[in-house]
């Protein structure tokens, strides 16, 4: 377009005119904290207890950044170009709003945690111990105890639901039955899990028992329809010509579903499982209810109270004893634990079924 | 759905020879049915025994139970129903349109190379632990938004929300959504991003090529094409957050009234947390009136997320998309 111009004439390009240059936004952002900043310490109160709430002027400082560069892109460049900047902006700081939150988590845990983040958390239990000491090796046990019960009911029971519903089932009354019902299991709430478990075993076993099979129980209820919802999805992604081909070879039906179409999904099962468990481990209302707590190592899931990390970190900060910040320590220190336990679920998942997945395409 | 080719080679063998019925198939089979048989067994086992172990409160006699207080049943469980409807509510209010705009940022705003990565960060959000979200919530969170509630107090106190006075601690029902909101986001942001990432391409092409900003073929195109799939994602996150137990009740330091004061230190409180509070001490028909009050929170919860399955599906007849 330019070069169209006569010599020495300035014309406004009608492409570009009317158009911020990219450096304003950046610019009206600083300005607008900067603005803020100045604002908030020219007219604070003077006495000696008034401190500089740098989240008040952040937010300040966002608020004229915005309705700034609104009404500047409203006077360049018209009021949809303004509303679109606008749009982008609020979606922007909703991302960094969600963002806060989980930085602020993390900080705070592996902060606070690493206080009691020690050889004696993960050796000791609480025993006897009122006030400093003690550890959650207790915790940690019957976590992995109850977690493993449940994996054991809910895996073969999840994988064959899968199965009969990818394998057997496709257009059956029955499939559609349980498909909705496993749908309704998604959204149980997990407390009533917990009191399901309870009513289960309060009228097995007599009133106010409380042991760590019904914990199982109740997270078994809450992890069935996970790993039937993961692993149908990739049964479906098993392509019919390895079925098919395996019929044309004279393979009976439950020998191809065994021997083809459960290895060549088997990473992405594997993956949904392990997510499942990373759910159901960090679960606290249903073992509150179902297996109750303790203070000391129970490894038989069949007799007596047991005691899991989400309801040691619950209970320590609870029920703060003579020495508020050892319980509190405690609590971080378990918190951080079950994080840790939790993410290392949720990395190794990914990165199975980053490393095994079936190489479909050719 | 994909084909059954064994089942249709069953349905028509040849005349001369049918199809040996071998016993593994049967085995495997009749196991495979058994287990898909067993989950609806367990529903129904559990809305069962939540009856048989919830009823006997809702026929005894109000003085006889020590938590009615001689109250009726619904006198004591109305505050609670109150309680969990309101901060789901008030969470979904926070949670829905900050996870639309996360859904949207990844899904139309963001750089193509770092937008997984992003919607992994998210993703994260969703694996933290609940009883963390409480412990965050109680010791980090609610001290440091007190002096907030303070000067609502204050400034605002002439809208009933913010009548005040103001909790010393910031242990509030606004606190205890804030929190809920923060962990239904994920869930909302998480359905939502495919909804919007399954919106035609050519759809948005056409606008984009009709000179409409991207705000305007969002607004024209991403947003009508995902609109039911969008009120189910704010359904599914209401279900989590009605359920939420641990977050409200390390949170939240309740009183059990029906107030829509949002900053004071009278709040009511949610039927979760009230049972995960009361039911460790609880005895003889105390613990069939917590078991009671669970049921009700199972039935708000199945319809909310009936509701929201059925639009999905709905959805799915006229999406004209593929």
């Keep these: ?362 | 759905m994909t084909q059954d080719p064994g089942g249709s080679i069953a349905k028509t063998p040849p005349e001369d020879h049918r199809p040996k019925v071998r016993r593994g198939d049967r085995i495997f089979f009749g196991s495979a049915r058994g287990a898909g048989t067993f989950i609806l067994v367990m529903l129904a086992a559990v809305t069962a025994f939540l009856l048989v172990e919830g009823l006997p409160a809702l026929t005894a006699d109000p003085n006889e139970v020590s938590l009615l207080d001689g109250e009726s049943f619904w006198r004591w469980v109305g505050p609670l129903v109150f309680g969990t409807l309101w901060a789901a509510a008030l969470a979904l209010a926070f949670a829905f349109p900050v996870a639309i705009g996360i859904a949207l940022f990844i899904s139309h705003y963001a750089p193509r190379r770092i937008a997984t990565p992003l919607g992994y960060l998210v993703d994260l959000l969703a694996a933290v632990p609940s009883v963390v979200y409480g412990l965050w919530g109680g010791v980090v969170l609610a001290p440091a938004i007190q002096p907030l509630y303070t000067w609502l107090a204050e400034n605002l106190s002439f809208i009933p929300f913010f009548a005040g006075p103001a909790s010393g601690t910031g242990r509030t029902i606004l606190t205890a959504a804030l929190v809920l909101g923060v962990m239904v986001l994920p869930i909302i942001t998480a359905v939502s991003r495919e909804i919007f990432l399954q919106t035609p391409v050519l759809y948005e092409e056409a606008a984009l090529a009709l000179g409409s900003t991207r705000w305007e073929m969002i607004r024209t195109v991403v947003l009508p094409v995902g609109r039911s799939g969008i009120i189910s994602a704010a359904m599914l996150g209401l279900g989590r957050a009605l359920g939420e137990t641990l977050a409200v009740a390390m949170v939240l330091s309740a009183t059990g009234v029906i107030s829509v004061n949002l900053i004071s230190s009278v709040n009511p409180s949610t039927i979760a947390a009230n049972v995960a509070l009361s039911f460790p001490e609880a005895y003889g028909l105390n613990v069939n009136l917590l078991i009671a009050s669970g049921l009700i929170l199972f039935a708000i919860t199945l319809v909310v997320n009936s509701i929201a399955r059925w639009i999905v599906n709905s959805r799915a007849d006229f999406s004209g998309a593929n």
């Design chain 1, 1 to 362: 377009m330019t070069t169209l111009l006569p010599r020495g004439e300035k014309r406004r390009n009608p492409y570009a005119a009317g158009k911020l240059n990219s450096t304003v936004p950046s610019l009206m952002l600083v300005g607008g904290l900067v603005v803020s900043w100045a604002i908030f310490s020219l007219f604070s109160p003077t006495d000696e207890e008034y401190e500089l709430n740098l989240i008040v002027v952040a937010v300040v400082g966002i608020v004229l950044f915005v309705l700034g560069l609104f009404s500047m892109s409203f006077r360049v460049e018209g009021r949809r170009r303004a509303v679109d900047r606008l749009a982008t902006m609020l979606v922007t700081i909703a991302f960094f709003l969600a963002l806060t939150p989980l930085i602020s988590l993390i900080i705070t845990v592996v902060t606070k945690g690493a206080v009691r983040f020690d050889g004696d958390f993960f050796t000791l239990s609480m025993r006897n111990v009122v006030g400093e000491g003690g550890g959650a090796a207790h915790a940690v046990a019957g976590t992995v105890v109850m977690t493993l019960a449940a994996s054991l009911i809910s895996v073969p029971i999840g994988l064959l639901t899968s199965i009969y519903i990818v394998e057997y089932g496709a257009g059956k009354r029955l499939t559609r039955w349980i498909t909705f019902f496993v749908d309704v299991m998604t959204g149980i709430p997990s407390i009533v899990a917990g009191l399901f478990a309870y009513s289960l075993f309060e009228i097995l076993l007599g009133p106010g028992t409380r042991v760590g099979i019904s914990g199982s129980v109740a997270l078994a209820v809450l992890m069935i329809p996970i790993v039937v919802r993961s692993s149908e999805e990739m049964l479906r992604l098993v392509p019919n010509e390895l079925r098919e081909a395996a019929y044309a070879l004279g393979v009976p039906k439950w020998l191809t579903i065994l021997k083809v179409v459960l290895p060549t999904s088997i990473a992405g099962i594997t993956t949904g499982i392990m997510l499942a468990i990373a759910r159901v481990m960090g679960e606290t209302a249903p073992l509150l209810i179902a297996a109750g707590f303790s203070n000391d190592f129970n490894f038989n899931i069949f007799d007596g109270r047991m005691q899991s990390l989400p309801n040691f970190v619950y209970y320590s900060y609870i029920a703060q004893g003579s020495v508020p910040e050892a319980y509190l320590d405690r609590a971080w220190a378990g918190a951080l634990t079950l994080i840790l336990i939790v993410m290392v679920l949720n990395l190794g998942a990914r990165l199975i079924a980053r490393i095994f997945a079936p190489k479909i395409s050719r």
